[in-house]
């Protein structure tokens, strides 16, 4: 079994399933993503760039669905939020799947492809 497998059977649940979930979720909706396992997280590159990934924060009850370059967007997005004061992450913040805007987190991914598509560096600060 792969670690990043490995990383989602170990989660608990609600968030093994949130996150079962939105990985089918980024895997259907853009094509050639890459996935893999990086600081001891899922993540899913784009063009051999990070584009997002999948982390439960300590002290949260939710699971941080953080796009790197996120700072681009967030004005079109305002359901990204900025934890922690981060430079350029965003982030949207799912504590279930009742609560999970499927369209606009395709709408979202979209968005940001078209981002790293366009950008020369992997992170934008």
Known sequence: ???????????????????????????????????????KIPFYNHNNKPMIYLNILKGTQYVDVAFVQGILFENKFPELKDHNNRKQVRSIQVKSLEDFD????????????????????????
Request: hydrophobic fraction near 40%; aromatic fraction near 14%; avoid cysteine.
């Open 1 to 39: 079994m792969k670690p990043v497998d490995n990383y989602f059977l170990s989660q608990a649940e609600p968030f093994q399933s949130i996150m079962l979930y939105v990985r089918s979720v980024i895997l259907k909706s853009i094509p050639n993503i890459e996935e893999r396992y990086s600081y």
């Open 102 to 125: 499927e369209l606009l987190f395709v709408e979202i991914l979209k968005t940001a492809t078209s981002y790293l598509d366009k950008s020369k560096k992997a992170w934008h600060i």
